[in-house]
């Protein structure tokens, strides 16, 4: 298993979903099904990250972000 499938792995168990409902997630660019079983508290963190465009670019520029995104 490399870092990548590592990372969706626990991402995923987090979520209450299947890895691949994750990955399907991701290819779609669709979350809503991968964060329906988060809670209202944690949907609102998300939420303020994902409107926080400053901090979005710089998570987008990280290498794991990059690696994730090349692996699709």
Same mark, same amino acid.
Request: glycine fraction near 2%; charge should be positive.
């Given at each position: 298993? /490399?870092?990548?499938? #590592?990372? !969706? /792995?626990?991402?995923?168990? @987090?979520?209450? &979903?299947? *890895?691949?409902?994750? $990955?399907? *997630? !991701?290819? @779609?660019?669709?979350?809503?099904? *991968? &964060?329906? /079983? !988060? ?7 998300? $939420? #303020?990250?994902?409107?926080? $465009?400053?901090?979005?670019? =710089? &998570? ?5 972000? =990059?690696?994730?995104?090349? /692996?699709?």
């Amino acid at each position: 298993m /490399n870092k990548n499938e #590592a990372m !969706i /792995n626990m991402l995923s168990q @987090k979520l209450g &979903i299947t *890895a691949q409902e994750l $990955k399907e *997630a !991701i290819e @779609k660019n669709d979350f809503s099904s *991968a &964060i329906k /079983n !988060i809670s209202p508290k944690d949907k609102e963190k998300l $939420k #303020a990250v994902l409107e926080n $465009k400053e901090l979005v670019d =710089k &998570i987008m520029r990280s290498k794991e972000a =990059k690696d994730l995104k090349n /692996n699709f």
